[in-house]
Protein backbone atom coordinates (compact mmCIF):
# COMPACT_ATOMS: atom_id res chain seq x y z
CA UNK A 1 0.00 0.00 0.00
CA UNK A 2 1.36 3.36 -1.04
CA UNK A 3 2.49 5.79 1.93
CA UNK A 4 -0.15 8.79 2.09
CA UNK A 5 1.17 12.13 1.39
CA UNK A 6 1.45 14.75 4.81
CA UNK A 7 -2.00 16.24 3.35
CA UNK A 8 -3.62 13.48 2.97
CA UNK A 9 -2.57 12.41 6.35
CA UNK A 10 -4.20 16.02 7.43
CA UNK A 11 -7.01 15.43 5.84
CA UNK A 12 -7.53 11.94 7.17
CA UNK A 13 -7.19 13.39 10.29
CA UNK A 14 -9.56 15.97 9.79
CA UNK A 15 -12.00 13.00 8.64
CA UNK A 16 -10.81 11.73 12.24
CA UNK A 17 -12.37 14.54 14.35
CA UNK A 18 -15.38 14.41 13.35
CA UNK A 19 -16.72 13.39 16.19
CA UNK A 20 -14.18 15.89 18.46
CA UNK A 21 -15.97 18.45 16.66
CA UNK A 22 -19.41 17.55 16.69
CA UNK A 23 -19.47 17.59 20.74
CA UNK A 24 -16.69 20.27 21.03
CA UNK A 25 -19.27 22.51 23.15
CA UNK A 26 -19.58 19.89 25.59
CA UNK A 27 -16.24 20.43 27.19
CA UNK A 28 -13.37 18.47 27.36
CA UNK A 29 -13.76 14.99 25.47
CA UNK A 30 -12.00 11.57 26.04
CA UNK A 31 -11.55 8.74 23.91
CA UNK A 32 -11.97 5.69 25.44
CA UNK A 33 -10.76 2.04 24.32
CA UNK A 34 -9.96 -1.52 25.30
CA UNK A 35 -7.09 -3.77 24.00
CA UNK A 36 -6.98 -7.94 24.88
CA UNK A 37 -10.96 -8.77 25.44
CA UNK A 38 -10.07 -12.12 22.97
CA UNK A 39 -6.55 -13.44 24.31
CA UNK A 40 -6.31 -17.09 26.75
CA UNK A 41 -3.78 -15.15 28.95
CA UNK A 42 -2.93 -11.86 30.32
CA UNK A 43 -4.53 -8.66 31.65
CA UNK A 44 -7.37 -6.37 29.52
CA UNK A 45 -6.31 -2.95 29.36
CA UNK A 46 -8.38 0.00 28.52
CA UNK A 47 -6.68 3.52 28.06
CA UNK A 48 -8.72 6.93 28.04
CA UNK A 49 -7.13 9.70 26.18
CA UNK A 50 -8.05 13.97 26.16
CA UNK A 51 -6.20 15.37 23.65
CA UNK A 52 -5.26 18.81 23.17
CA UNK A 53 -7.17 20.94 21.05
CA UNK A 54 -6.19 21.04 17.67
CA UNK A 55 -2.96 18.37 18.53
CA UNK A 56 -1.62 16.96 15.27
CA UNK A 57 -0.98 13.50 15.46
CA UNK A 58 -1.08 11.84 11.83
CA UNK A 59 -1.24 8.39 11.29
CA UNK A 60 -3.31 7.38 14.10
CA UNK A 61 -6.06 4.83 13.08
CA UNK A 62 -7.38 1.23 14.83
CA UNK A 63 -4.32 -0.37 16.29
CA UNK A 64 -5.40 -3.26 15.25
CA UNK A 65 -4.71 -1.78 11.65
CA UNK A 66 -1.22 -0.36 12.46
CA UNK A 67 2.43 -2.38 12.75
CA UNK A 68 3.80 -2.52 16.30
CA UNK A 69 6.66 -0.69 14.91
CA UNK A 70 4.16 2.59 14.18
CA UNK A 71 2.24 1.99 17.22
CA UNK A 72 5.12 1.99 19.08
CA UNK A 73 6.29 5.26 17.26
CA UNK A 74 2.94 7.10 17.72
CA UNK A 75 2.53 6.26 21.78
CA UNK A 76 5.14 8.76 22.79
CA UNK A 77 3.68 11.25 20.37
CA UNK A 78 0.19 10.73 22.04
CA UNK A 79 1.59 10.89 25.22
CA UNK A 80 3.25 14.02 24.35
CA UNK A 81 0.34 15.38 22.66
CA UNK A 82 -2.82 14.94 25.28
CA UNK A 83 -3.66 16.96 28.45
CA UNK A 84 -3.85 13.43 30.10
CA UNK A 85 -3.65 9.65 29.55
CA UNK A 86 -5.51 7.29 32.08
CA UNK A 87 -4.80 3.59 32.00
CA UNK A 88 -6.94 1.10 33.84
CA UNK A 89 -5.54 -2.13 33.51
CA UNK A 90 -7.90 -5.53 34.82
CA UNK A 91 -5.66 -8.87 35.87
CA UNK A 92 -6.51 -12.58 34.30
CA UNK A 93 -8.00 -13.52 37.98
CA UNK A 94 -10.40 -10.87 37.98
CA UNK A 95 -11.46 -11.31 34.59
CA UNK A 96 -12.06 -15.37 35.25
CA UNK A 97 -13.49 -14.27 38.09
CA UNK A 98 -16.34 -11.33 36.74
CA UNK A 99 -16.19 -12.26 32.92
CA UNK A 100 -14.39 -10.49 30.24
CA UNK A 101 -17.46 -7.67 29.64
CA UNK A 102 -17.33 -6.78 33.13
CA UNK A 103 -13.77 -6.90 33.51
CA UNK A 104 -13.34 -4.56 30.25
CA UNK A 105 -15.90 -2.18 31.69
CA UNK A 106 -13.87 -2.34 35.18
CA UNK A 107 -10.52 -1.85 33.12
CA UNK A 108 -12.44 1.47 31.39
CA UNK A 109 -13.72 2.74 34.58
CA UNK A 110 -10.28 2.89 35.67
CA UNK A 111 -9.21 4.46 33.11
CA UNK A 112 -11.10 7.24 33.23
CA UNK A 113 -11.28 7.52 36.87
CA UNK A 114 -7.09 7.38 36.38
CA UNK A 115 -7.81 10.83 34.11
CA UNK A 116 -6.04 13.93 35.57
CA UNK A 117 -8.78 15.88 34.26
CA UNK A 118 -12.49 15.39 34.69
CA UNK A 119 -14.04 14.51 31.10
CA UNK A 120 -17.20 16.18 30.20
CA UNK A 121 -17.95 13.66 27.48
CA UNK A 122 -16.86 10.12 26.48
CA UNK A 123 -15.79 8.63 23.11
CA UNK A 124 -16.26 4.85 23.37
CA UNK A 125 -15.60 1.81 21.17
CA UNK A 126 -18.54 0.38 20.77
CA UNK A 127 -20.10 -0.01 24.17
CA UNK A 128 -21.70 2.37 26.92
CA UNK A 129 -19.73 2.19 30.21
CA UNK A 130 -21.94 0.93 33.14
CA UNK A 131 -21.12 3.34 36.53
CA UNK A 132 -19.88 6.01 35.43
CA UNK A 133 -21.92 9.18 35.67
CA UNK A 134 -20.06 11.26 33.00
CA UNK A 135 -21.78 11.35 29.22
CA UNK A 136 -21.35 8.95 27.06
CA UNK A 137 -21.37 8.27 23.33
CA UNK A 138 -20.46 4.78 22.21
CA UNK A 139 -19.03 4.69 18.20
CA UNK A 140 -19.23 1.52 16.42
CA UNK A 141 -15.76 1.06 15.15
CA UNK A 142 -14.80 3.82 16.70
CA UNK A 143 -11.01 3.12 17.16
CA UNK A 144 -11.15 4.34 12.88
CA UNK A 145 -13.69 6.71 12.67
CA UNK A 146 -12.44 9.06 16.03
CA UNK A 147 -9.07 10.59 16.54
CA UNK A 148 -9.11 10.87 20.49
CA UNK A 149 -10.67 6.70 20.32
CA UNK A 150 -8.19 5.73 17.89
CA UNK A 151 -5.41 7.40 20.30
CA UNK A 152 -6.88 5.60 23.51
CA UNK A 153 -6.73 2.76 21.49
CA UNK A 154 -2.66 2.23 20.41
CA UNK A 155 -1.90 3.72 24.07
CA UNK A 156 -3.73 0.38 25.75
CA UNK A 157 -2.14 -1.67 22.88
CA UNK A 158 1.01 -0.95 23.17
CA UNK A 159 0.73 -0.59 27.31
CA UNK A 160 -0.41 -4.50 27.13
CA UNK A 161 1.81 -5.67 24.46
CA UNK A 162 4.51 -4.27 26.72
CA UNK A 163 3.24 -5.81 29.81
CA UNK A 164 3.03 -9.28 27.97
CA UNK A 165 6.47 -8.93 26.91
CA UNK A 166 7.34 -8.39 30.51
CA UNK A 167 5.43 -11.62 31.59
CA UNK A 168 7.37 -13.68 28.52
CA UNK A 169 10.48 -13.30 30.55
CA UNK A 170 8.66 -15.15 33.32
CA UNK A 171 6.99 -17.34 32.05
CA UNK A 172 8.69 -17.69 28.28
CA UNK A 173 7.60 -21.26 27.45
CA UNK A 174 4.58 -20.05 26.34
CA UNK A 175 6.14 -17.23 23.88
CA UNK A 176 4.25 -14.16 25.00
CA UNK A 177 6.34 -11.87 23.72
CA UNK A 178 5.24 -13.38 20.00
CA UNK A 179 1.38 -13.77 20.27
CA UNK A 180 0.69 -11.50 23.18
CA UNK A 181 -1.70 -14.24 24.85
CA UNK A 182 -3.28 -14.57 22.05
CA UNK A 183 -4.78 -18.60 20.94
CA UNK A 184 -2.22 -19.03 18.31
CA UNK A 185 -1.37 -22.65 16.66
CA UNK A 186 2.11 -22.10 19.29
CA UNK A 187 0.53 -21.20 22.65
CA UNK A 188 -2.08 -23.68 22.44
CA UNK A 189 0.45 -26.29 22.37
CA UNK A 190 2.58 -24.90 24.69
CA UNK A 191 -0.44 -24.77 27.27
CA UNK A 192 -0.89 -28.81 26.93
CA UNK A 193 2.36 -29.01 27.18
CA UNK A 194 3.33 -27.07 30.32
CA UNK A 195 -0.65 -26.44 31.47
CA UNK A 196 -1.34 -23.13 32.71
CA UNK A 197 0.30 -20.44 34.55
CA UNK A 198 -0.94 -17.80 36.79
CA UNK A 199 -1.55 -15.43 34.33
CA UNK A 200 -3.38 -17.44 31.98
CA UNK A 201 -7.89 -17.13 31.86
CA UNK A 202 -8.70 -20.06 32.92
CA UNK A 203 -12.51 -19.44 31.82
CA UNK A 204 -10.56 -19.02 28.64
CA UNK A 205 -8.70 -22.55 28.30
CA UNK A 206 -10.87 -24.94 29.32
CA UNK A 207 -10.97 -26.83 25.16
CA UNK A 208 -7.44 -27.17 25.56
CA UNK A 209 -6.39 -27.87 28.79
CA UNK A 210 -8.85 -29.87 31.83
Known sequence: MARLTIEEERAREYA????????????LIAGVDEAGRGPLAGPVV?????LHPGAEILGINDSKKLSE??????????????MAVGIGI??????????????????MRKAVEGLCFSPDLLLVDAVTIPGLA????????????????GAASIVAKVTRDR???????????????????YGTAAHIAALKEFGPCPVHRRSFITHFVS
Not at 134 to 149: E, F, R, Y
Not at 163 to 181: C, N, S, T, V, W
Open 16 to 27: LMRYEREYDSEG
Open 134 to 149: VKQVPIIKGDAKSLSI
Open 163 to 181: LMRELDAIYPQYGFEGHKG
Open 90 to 107: VSAARIDEINILQATYEA
Open 46 to 50: AAAVI
Open 69 to 82: KKRETLYPEILDKA
